[in-house]
Structure formats: C-alpha cells, structure tokens
C-alpha cells in the first residue's frame, strides 16, 4: 500500500522545480516508511511528511506538515512518536499508558497546548461510529456557560429537539465534569450526539481540559473510500458529501460504548 502510494506521488511533477512531487521514500528499519513530498504542485517552500509503520498487523499512519523548508524537526518528531507506538497489551491490569488506538497504543510525550485525536470504526457495519477526543491547556472563560446549557442553548437555536438519554455533572480523567448524551430522529434516521468536558482548577499540561465527543448515525464517506486519505486533496464533487445512514447502535449500545471509552481515561 505504502509503495503504491509512493509511486503515484512520485509520477506527479512540481510545476516549480520541474522534478517528481516525491522528495524521498525512506526506509527507516522496524516495518517503519517515511515520505516526503511538496505539499502541492506549485510550490517547493511547504511539505508533507508522512511515516508508516506496521505495528502487530496494525498500520499506523502519521502525517505532519512543514513550511518555510523547516522540515528536519517535523521529521524527528514524527520518528520519535512513531518508535512510541507499541501493540496494547493482552492483559489490561494496571491500566494501558498512553492512548489507544484500536490495537496499538501512543506512548508520547504531551508539550502541546491543543491536541485532537480522531477515531471513525473502519467496518462497514459501524463506520457511522465517530469518536473525537480534544485537550487543550488553556482556561475557560468563567462567564461561558458550561456543556448541558450550551448544548441545549445550541439544539434550540438550531431547531433539533433531541431526547436527552443522560445530562449532568460527572467524573472525567478524575475531573469534574459535565456530559449530555441525547438520541435525535432526523428524517426517519436515528443519530446520536454525545458530549463530556471536564474542568480542571488548573489547566495544564498535567491536567488538561477534555472534551470526549461520541456520535452515530449522520454521513459517512462513501463505500468506495479508501484506508488512507488521499495524499493530495482532491477537487470536490457532488458525490463527496457521502450518504446518510441511521445510528448502528442502539441507546443501550451506544451508551456502553461512551462509558466504556469514556471511564478509559485516566490521570496519570
């Protein structure tokens, strides 16, 4: 997979330098590939990094742009988490270090200020099943109101009246929290928007604010779309906005799903 990719990137020519998109297919030992290529067609001052690694079965796709022709550390970057990525272990006790991802886990360093992680269910069944994860270090404004009133604030002023299957305080990552789990019937489909945010006393590297979204149901790419975006983004097309499919779970379903997820978030 990753060399056809690499051969269709390097049959495309930057307009600039008159040479192949590709800049460089490395191989960096471990079942691990780096790729390097202009970011677009008619540039040579942007890139797009890109390393992939086979983990227990698992490919693990990592990408990161550069711009001014700084590219060294975005590369040490993406190494260095890539040789973090490790197989989650058989036996859960103790808790899993790190965030998991299906079969592998990330063990890596925080020195961000907002990281969002993204996870849609690659089968067929339940690829309407998106997982969102946001933490941020930055405080909240006191006076905005928190998730149930702005949630409900959102939906009214929108016109959707979802059924609320649970609202209110709760415990994120060992925070304080509040979360809103509602169930919405659009044009005879069933979706599900679930939300949680904490707030720490003190936002922080240690102790970041989370925001945990979980919906259903809604649109989803098409049937045809493949396990790795597309390198370069294409133009689009009437036929890009996917199809609208009904929730895959049920209430019952989709809320064991949240806790399960949720709960999974620990301090460390």
């Known amino acids: 997979m990753v060399g056809v990719r690499s051969d269709e990137i390097a049959a495309e ?22 790729l390097r290529y202009h970011r677009n067609e008619i540039s040579d001052r942007s890139h797009v990094h890109e390393v ?5 079965g698992a490919h693990v796709f990592l990408r990161a742009d550069s711009y001014q022709g700084v590219m060294a550390p975005v590369e040490a970057r993406l190494k260095a988490l890539a040789s973090r990525v490790g197989a989650v272990p058989q036996s ?28 849609r269910d ?11 994860v946001e933490l941020g270090t930055f405080s909240r404004d006191d006076a905005e109101p928190r998730l149930v009133r702005r949630a409900e604030g959102n939906f ?6 979802p059924r609320a299957l649970r609202k209110g305080a709760a415990r994120l990552a ?25 707030y720490p006393d003190a936002p922080g590297l240690a102790s970041p604010t989370i925001q945990v979204t979980l919906g259903t149901g809604g649109t989803v790419p098409p049937r045809s779309a493949a396990a790795l975006p597309p390198y370069r983004r294409p133009a689009a097309t009437a036929a890009d906005g996917g199809e609208p499919v009904t929730a895959s779970l049920t209430d019952d379903e989709a809320v064991a799903l949240w806790d399960a997820v949720t709960r999974s978030l620990q301090p460390r």
Do not use: Q
């Not at 992939?52 to 227990?56: M, P, W, Y």
């Not at 006790?93 to 996870?119: H, K, L, Q, S």
């Not at 009214?156 to 009246?161: A, D, I, Q, V």
């Not at 060992?174 to 904490?198: C, D, N, P, Q, Y």
């Open 122 to 132: 690659a089968r067929l069944r339940h690829r309407d099943v998106v997982v969102e």
């Open 52 to 56: 992939h690694r086979l983990v227990d």
């Open 92 to 119: 859960h006790e103790g808790g899993i270090g790190g965030f998991c991802i299906g079969p592998v886990a990330i063990e890596a360093g925080n020195d961000y200020e907002v990281a969002t992680i993204r996870y």
């Open 174 to 198: 060992g925070m304080s929290a509040e979360e809103w789990l509602g169930r919405e019937r659009i044009e005879k489909r069933t979706e599900h928007v679930f939300a949680i945010e904490s």
């Open 156 to 161: 009214l002023g929108l016109g959707f009246s």
């Open 13 to 34: 020519t930057n307009e600039k330098t008159a040479g192949p998109m590709l800049l460089a297919h490395e191989d960096l030992g471990d079942d691990t590939v780096l």
